[in-house]
């Protein structure tokens, strides 16, 4: 799946720019428990505009996700899966409808209060790991926390770095690991903060099947561990079998879906 115009892209850098923002804009968003569902969209639509053209990417779709469900986005590459995501977690706004978030409707946020909301308690694991190439694993893992209530809690990063098996390679920068450990990097950066919930886009996009099988049992594991809400993107079956619920993303909207199951020769969308 593309990535070019991918709206999560340099998600943590752009997040992490907007700190000094953040913090004063997270006095404004209660952080209050709310009821179900964790998140709710309503009729999103997404068009975009190109020289004389207008591309319908999404139209009338709705989505509710409640709190501790995991849920698999199927479909075929350029069908706006990640699109949709970037709209579900807040990172790009839709051309109609509403989504609500932890009880708030996005469209009442400017961007600064939109990423006050996701601060501490969303998390993100990208297909290309999305890690800072200048920073350790361990400062790459820092970085959720610091733009939360919860920065400077080095102990807590390290130790989620020893439970995805990297307790020996905190000092290392992303080059200096492989592909696998990299993943395991950004999953330990997306739980870090004890999220409520975490967006997942193609986590095994860009991994050896043995490694992406591993990854898929740690990312399930610890999510389950933790209770967190999870939305993935996928094109592997193998990956959508584990969740709660499978939806394919199809014409803009999204349908109930049955994943292939195992061993029966299918299985990429």
């Given at each position: 799946m593309p990535h070019s115009s991918d709206p999560m892209s340099n998600t943590t850098t752009q997040d992490a720019a907007s700190s000094n923002t953040d913090s004063s804009a997270a006095q404004k968003v209660p952080h209050e428990a709310v009821s179900q569902p964790v998140l709710h969209a309503e009729k999103l639509a997404k068009r975009v505009t190109s020289g004389e053209r207008t591309l319908t990417i999404?139209?009338?779709?709705?989505?509710?996700?409640?709190?501790?469900?995991?849920?698999?986005?199927?479909?075929?590459?350029?069908?706006?899966?990640?699109?949709?995501?970037?709209?579900?977690?807040?990172?790009?706004?839709?051309?109609?409808?509403?989504?609500?978030?932890?009880?708030h409707a996005l469209s009442r946020l400017d961007e600064d209060g939109r990423a006050a909301l996701r601060a501490g308690r969303v998390g993100f694991v990208f297909q290309n790991f999305q890690l800072l190439p200048t920073l350790s694993a361990l400062e790459n893992v820092l970085l959720p926390l610091e733009l939360s209530p919860r920065a400077g809690e080095t102990r807590t990063a390290q130790q989620w770095l020893e439970r995805v098996g990297l307790g020996e390679r905190t000092s290392h920068q992303p080059k200096q690991l492989s592909g696998g450990e990299q993943q395991r990097v950004a999953i330990a950066r997306a739980f870090v903060t004890d999220p409520e919930l975490v967006f997942a886009d193609e986590p095994t996009g860009n991994l050896d099947p043995d490694t992406g099988a591993q990854i898929i049992d740690l990312l399930f594991t610890l999510n389950k561990e933790a209770g967190t809400t999870l939305i993935l993107v996928t094109h592997d079956h193998a990956l959508a079998r584990r969740c709660d619920r499978c939806l394919r993303l199809t014409n803009g909207q999204l349908v109930p879906f049955e994943p292939a199951p195992a061993n029966s020769g299918e299985g990429d969308e």
């Open positions: 999404l139209h009338d779709l709705s989505l509710s996700v409640a709190a501790g469900e995991s849920v698999a986005i199927l479909g075929k590459s350029g069908a706006g899966k990640s699109t949709l995501l970037g709209l579900l977690a807040g990172l790009d706004t839709p051309s109609d409808g509403e989504l609500t978030l932890f009880g």
